[in-house]
């Protein structure tokens, strides 16, 4: 049992990694004193003890990687999607702080222990991972948890006082989600984003045009554009939205609810993290009244309503997609973002749900992998090279380098393409999958991936590499 008093000479503190054969300990420390019940730490991590001068331990800390994504950090740092990707390893994340004994026992002992982490953390980090942390990040609880069991509802203002003792800023609430498989899923816990820089000039650095510790095999080009992450992309007036609305005609001829309110609770139900009609329609009739009311919600039964399911799987259904891939690139133009010489990737999907028949609608793609944007979409029904070259007759793609699965990997398809107007010469290589298995979904049998081809065409004075990513 670990006692401490206000005696405790705060200068003689010392911080340290711990040892290996001490690993054991801070867990179980953590497991068992920690309010969140855990030591599960991601990527990258340190592991630190707090000793005092007489060995005992009084405080833990635990570093890990720094979040994907933080739109309050990114805001604080200024650097580009491209810059995240190549420097988030530059970033660490105090993921687990722990004071043994009891709170408020020792005045400042918190800040103390921080201030002497944080003096050695980045030399220790480039020690174990052969680069250093410019910058630290952590999250608070907006809820502090009594020894009762009670909940004491904290301001921003209060909120990480030991972190702001010792140069943490305030990057504002979290949005209340966390980061699952394929998405994000709404947990409705909103917590404090505090960061700092662990050196000087640190901000600086990360925003420049290059580091010594870039990763380039990771790296994403520069001027990498999110759509959704610009400004102009929710302006009522000449947003996204707002330009696809103008663009895309509503092809219901029974129109119960406004088009808008049906593309507003579609793209709401996909940024929530929704995957299919139903949950859609759940979680849009769960929003608050006035927010329904604002998107057009109707009138039944004593309150306001959205759609149904049913109502958005027929308005995916009968959507003209091919309006949605132009309105998507004059919108993308209107913005001066370009997409010649990126990576353009085709593929054909299904879109379970999209329709009340349950069979789904087939859909072909070309999508911007340096603007995250579908650039061109194209419906079928059961030909998905045919969509695929409808989908590239609709884009000028000189200078791009295009990327198909192994549908798309054959001199046969390049061949194909010359004569749908696309001129191309290919030369082409068998490759063997990796050996394992895939179950089939029908009978619950595995079977082998089947072979698959590379080709490298020109278009004029493009080169297209398509590659086999048949797994």
């Not at 179980?28 to 000793?51: C, D, P």
């Not at 990360?206 to 990498?224: F, G, I, K, M, Y």
Request: charged share 25%; aromatic share 6%.
């Amino acid at each position: 049992m670990v006692i401490m008093s206000a005696e405790l000479d705060l200068s003689t503190l010392t911080v340290r990694p711990i040892f290996s054969q001490e690993h054991d300990r801070w867990q179980r420390l953590m497991t068992e004193k920690h309010y969140l019940q855990s030591n599960r730490m991601v990527g990258e991590q340190i592991r630190y003890a707090v000793i005092a001068a007489d060995g005992q331990w009084v405080a833990c800390l635990g570093w890990s990687a720094g979040c994907r994504y933080l739109s309050g950090r990114e805001e604080w740092l200024g650097w580009s999607e491209g810059q995240r990707t190549m420097r988030l390893h530059l970033v660490a994340n105090n993921a687990r702080f722990l004071v043994l004994g009891k709170r408020g026992a020792v005045p400042n002992l918190a800040s103390k222990a921080l201030s002497l982490n944080l003096t050695r953390l980045s030399a220790d980090w480039e020690e174990q991972y052969g680069h250093p942390v410019l910058v630290a990040e952590t999250f608070v609880d907006l809820q502090r948890r009594r020894p009762d069991g009670s909940v004491e509802a904290l301001s921003e203002r209060e909120a990480g006082a030991c972190y702001r003792a010792v140069g943490f800023e305030s990057c504002g609430q979290t949005r209340g989600f966390r980061r699952v498989r394929g998405g994000f899923v709404r947990h409705s816990q909103h917590r404090l984003l505090l960061v700092r820089e662990v050196v000087s000039g640190a901000r600086a650095a990360l925003t420049d045009q290059s580091t010594q510790w870039d990763r380039e095999e990771r790296a994403a080009p520069v001027n990498r554009v999110d759509l959704l992450s610009l400004p102009s992309a929710f302006d009522p007036q000449r947003g996204l939205i707002a330009h696809v609305l103008k663009h895309v005609p509503d092809p219901r001829q029974v129109r119960q609810y406004s088009w808008a309110c049906i593309l507003a609770g579609l793209l709401g139900g996909v940024l929530a993290g929704r995957q299919t009609m139903k949950e859609i329609a759940t979680w849009a009739q769960a929003l608050p009244e006035e927010v329904i009311e604002r998107l057009g919600g109707r009138w039944k039964k004593g309150r306001r309503r959205m759609p149904v399911a049913n109502t958005y799987a027929y308005a995916l259904e009968h959507a003209d997609l091919r309006k949605v891939g132009e309105a998507l690139r004059s919108w993308m133009q209107a913005q001066g973002i370009a997409w010649q010489g990126d990576i353009i990737a085709v593929d054909g999907k299904v879109l379970i749900g999209a329709s009340r028949t349950g069979h789904g609608r087939a859909t072909a793609s070309a999508f911007s992998v340096a603007r995250r944007a579908v650039l061109a979409l194209e419906g079928h029904t059961g030909d998905e090279r045919k969509a695929v070259k409808a989908c590239l007759k609709q884009l000028d793609i000189r200078g791009c380098t295009i990327t198909g699965d192994a549908l798309q990997t054959t001199p046969e398809f390049a061949g194909e393409l010359r004569k749908g107007g696309l001129p191309t010469s290919c030369r082409s290589r068998p490759t063997r999958a990796r050996s394992c298995a895939r179950p089939r979904a029908s009978t619950g049998r595995r079977q082998p991936l089947a072979r698959s081809s590379a080709a490298i065409m020109t278009t004029g004075e493009t080169k297209i590499a398509w590659s086999a990513a048949s797994f």
